[in-house]
């Protein structure tokens, strides 16, 4: 089984651009209006509800604890 290699072991230039000929991609004109907008929305509406509910998470599994454990403090006398 043999193979026949082309004599040019060059890649096609239409499915191997080099970097040299290829030119930079054009910038998205709403790229950065979409990125300054989920920024917004990250800031002022996901990482609040996120602290709160982190904090309020760690608050009632403290409240649990001590439901089930009693309350903190010396040992009764």
Do not use: N, T
């Not at 890649?11 to 979409?34: I, Q, V």
């Not at 989920?38 to 990482?47: K, R």
């Not at 409240?63 to 089930?68: E, V």
């Amino acid at each position: 089984m043999s193979r026949r290699h082309s004599p040019d072991p060059s890649p096609d230039p239409a499915r191997f651009p080099s970097r040299a000929a290829a030119s930079p991609p054009l910038p998205d004109p709403g790229a950065k209006r979409r990125e300054i907008a989920m920024f917004l929305v990250l800031a002022v509406v996901i990482w609040p509800i996120l602290s709160v509910a982190v904090v309020g998470g760690y608050g009632f599994l403290v409240w649990m604890s001590q439901l089930i454990m009693g309350p903190p403090g010396p040992p009764p006398v």
